[in-house]
């Protein structure tokens, strides 16, 4: 249709444009929806906590130098750790919420991987000058966005690969953070003995040297941060999709209403990490003293959970989404890490075997455990859940980092292994919970994957089905819309090819004859 200008006119019905514009053909790893632009999403996303697990574990691998150049004792040494999870009790909890309502995943994941790079120099300062207060500052703050950016590191991960690679994509992240703690834990004693032998001596100065160069890789996952956050920006124009625009209000009273599956949840994750994680931050010594290892071989035991963990992380991801199951899985992990502590505290057997079960039982627990939380919450409170989550977990090891040290200087590693035990006690009553209240309630966290995926196809498919009948009862309510002769003869002449332009000041006379000629005269074909 022709105006009489000669310009090309509109139909109508054609005037609301598509908000996607149909794009040109990308190259694969340009074009979000391949798999090679996935993979390198997938890869940003593991090396983004990469920074913050080598630094989390410095203590642990540097324990002997840290309570000799610091001189202090076990307790003083473990609230390193507790300081990097106080801010966290309250942090973590806003951490998700702030990514769901005010930052968004993007701005917030830079933010936090932000101060885990600050609160890293800080640490490195607090050595440098002698300080040890300083030290614990510098953990502090390392902690505000140390776990926040677990939570964005999930959300992420959710918000990109939800379905049936979740597992393995969690895999995945667990298993690139259990590489940086592993060559943390290999490597930070070797780079303080290099940098000894260039100062000619031990101290603090030393300390701080090396846990400054440590932080070099919080600046590389803060440059992950940083390219994740564009290519993810970019996808949402690309894909034509607002991301966390669902509609749904988040309230922090939502908490309450959280159910009784998911707070079992957090309970295992509390117990059963209270009895891995501290562990480890005194396990070198504990190798030292007991089994009488030298000091290098003290780091390489110590650092076996990770060492397993890093490739076995993946397998078991994939295992699970394969099976399903989650958790029967979850209940063999926390009786496995029960046996592996019972052979530490009663036995002098190998303590290889035992260490080498606790890092087969870890990987596989963190592959079945933490993917649930999404199958019991709505998507819109899947970071303040994780937030959540990560918030109590952290209460615990906060907790459980004091008493450990207290107990280890006052009892001794006996004791100390037998609350650990304990603590693992409390997880598995808590799995055996789960597994009756998803029984009972008829909860999908036990379900096996193909009956898990055929559900999802029927939920989707009656889903499509409501939508095309939406549709046509909009459709069907629009043809029933009476039709004045006026709007039915306009509809005839555009049918014609005809653009009718018509306007009341034109017609100022009621005389019927004049009227039909003016518009007679007002039609233009083409």
């Given at each position: ?417 037998v609350f650990f035990s304990a603590c693992i006690c409390l997880s598995l009553i808590a799995v055996v919970m789960l597994y009756f209240v998803n029984h009972l309630t008829g909860g999908d966290l036990n379900w096996s994957a193909k009956k898990r995926e055929k559900l999802q196809k029927l939920a989707a498919a009656e889903a499509e089905k409501q939508e095309k009948l939406r549709r046509q009862k909009e459709d069907d ?50």
């Amino acid at each position: 249709m022709v105006s009489p200008g000669g310009e090309e006119e509109r139909p109508l019905l054609d005037s609301a444009q598509n908000d996607c514009p149909q794009r040109k053909a990308l190259p694969a790893l340009c074009d979000p929806r391949r798999l090679a632009h996935r993979l390198l999403v997938l890869a940003l996303m593991c090396f983004l906590g990469f920074g913050s697990y080598f630094c989390y574990d410095n203590p642990a691998a540097l324990q002997t130098q840290v309570q000799r150049d610091m001189k202090v004792n076990t307790a003083t040494f473990m609230a390193l750790y507790a300081w990097y999870s106080w801010p966290n009790v309250v942090l973590c909890f806003f951490g998700g919420f702030l990514i769901d309502r005010v930052f968004g995943i993007r701005l917030g994941t830079i933010i936090f991987s932000s101060f885990v790079c600050v609160g890293q120099v800080i640490f490195a300062m607090g050595a440098l000058l002698n300080a040890f207060w300083v030290m614990e500052a510098g953990r502090f703050v390392f902690g505000i966005g140390g776990e926040s950016l677990a939570v964005a590191q999930n959300t992420y991960a959710v918000s990109w690969f939800k379905g049936k690679e979740l597992n393995l994509v969690f895999g995945l992240q667990l298993s690139m953070a259990r590489i940086g703690s592993t060559v943390n834990m290999n490597i930070m004693g070797w780079i303080y003995s290099r940098i000894q032998d260039l100062l000619g001596s031990t101290g603090h100065s030393t300390l701080g040297f090396t846990l400054m160069i440590g932080g070099v890789t919080c600046i590389f996952s803060l440059t992950c941060a940083l390219i994740l956050a564009y290519l993810d920006k970019r996808a949402e124009k690309i894909l034509c999709k607002e991301q966390g625009k669902t509609g749904e209000v988040i309230k922090l009273t939502d908490v309450k209403d959280f159910s009784l599956s998911l707070w079992l949840i957090f309970i295992i994750c509390v117990c059963y990490y209270a009895a891995v994680f501290p562990f480890i931050g005194l396990g070198k010594v504990f190798f030292i003293e007991k089994f009488k290892f030298s000091s290098q071989e003290a780091s390489a035991i110590n650092s076996i959970v990770y060492i397993i963990s890093a490739p076995m992380s993946p397998v078991f991801g994939f295992l699970v989404d394969k099976l399903g199951r989650n958790i029967i899985w979850v209940m063999f992990a926390v009786v496995a890490t029960l046996a592996s502590h019972i052979m530490l505290a009663f036995t002098f057997w190998n303590p290889w075997i035992a260490m080498c079960i606790l890092g087969v039982a870890y990987s596989l627990l963190a592959c079945a455990l933490w993917p649930m939380v999404a199958f019991v919450v709505p998507e819109h409170q899947l970071g303040t859940a994780y937030g959540f989550m990560q918030s109590i977990q952290n209460l615990g090891l906060a907790i459980i980092a004091i008493a450990a040290g207290t107990i280890l200087d006052s009892r001794g590693y006996l004791f100390l292994e037998v609350f650990f035990s304990a603590c693992i006690c409390l997880s598995l009553i808590a799995v055996v919970m789960l597994y009756f209240v998803n029984h009972l309630t008829g909860g999908d966290l036990n379900w096996s994957a193909k009956k898990r995926e055929k559900l999802q196809k029927l939920a989707a498919a009656e889903a499509e089905k409501q939508e095309k009948l939406r549709r046509q009862k909009e459709d069907d309510l629009a043809k029933l819309q009476p039709k004045n002769d006026f709007s039915l003869r306009n509809r005839y002449l555009s049918k014609l090819g005809a653009q009718v332009l018509i306007a009341k000041q034109f017609f100022p006379t009621e005389d019927r004859a004049i009227k039909k000629k003016n518009l007679h005269l007002m039609c233009v074909f083409t």
